[in-house]
Every structure is written in structure tokens, then in C-alpha cells.
């Protein structure tokens, strides 16, 4: 049996879980919610990307993508471009995207994914 790995543990999560060649990252919001979209959807970018090399993957190994929204309609559309251009020509996951009400009002994007280790 494979061991699993959980990265970044507190009492209630893991921020990363590693078993069988398959990293699952928890939801990573952005730090700094005074920022548009567009700012807080680098942000979570940059803390996926270096989130997916501390459990030896990249984002041209993610899987699939949760991306959740506080305002869909307003937001949809620059998210998806921080998204594409983050993500590049190599790597197309299985995505989704939902609209939610999150706790703090500023908050506008948070991203869960799964990735293959490399």
C-alpha cells in the first residue's frame, strides 16, 4: 500500500495530500483582497504553482479544476483571462466554475485542483 503524504496539516486540513501519483491541493484564496479579479486570480496562480512543485507536479500536470466565483457574470470572463494565459498551450484540465457566496465580501476567486505527480 502507497503511504499518504499530507503537506502543510493543521487541525482542520491539508493544504496538499499526495497518494498514488495524485496531488489534491485544498482551496487557495488570495491574501491580498483589495485587488480586482484579475489581481486575486495571479495571486491564487502563483500559490497553485508553487503549491503543485513543492509535491513534485506543475500546472502542466493539472488534472482538473474547481474555480469558484463570487460574482460569475462580472468575473467570469477576466478570470478566464488570467486563466489562460497562466495556463498556456500544454495543459487543458477538466474544469469547473461555480458562482458562491463566500464569508468575506472581498474575497472574489478561489481555486481547488488536482494534479499528476510528475
Do not use: Y
Request: hydrophobic residues 45%.
Amino acid at each position: 500500500m502507497t503511504s499518504i503524504v499530507r503537506q502543510e496539516s493543521n487541525a482542520r486540513l491539508s493544504r496538499a495530500v499526495i497518494h498514488n501519483g495524485v496531488v489534491w491541493l485544498a482551496g487557495i484564496t488570495a491574501a491580498d483582497c483589495s485587488q480586482d479579479v484579475r489581481g486575486q486570480t495571479r495571486e491564487v496562480l502563483a500559490k497553485i504553482e508553487e503549491r503543485l512543485i513543492q509535491a513534485g507536479s506543475d500546472k502542466d500536470h493539472i488534472l482538473s479544476a474547481q474555480i469558484w466565483l463570487a460574482d460569475i457574470v462580472r468575473d467570469f470572463d477576466p478570470m478566464n483571462e488570467e486563466w489562460a494565459n497562466w495556463l498556456g498551450s500544454d495543459g487543458r484540465p477538466a474544469r469547473a466554475t461555480c458562482q458562491v457566496a463566500f464569508d468575506d465580501p472581498q474575497l472574489l476567486i478561489e481555486i481547488i485542483v488536482v494534479a499528476a505527480v510528475r
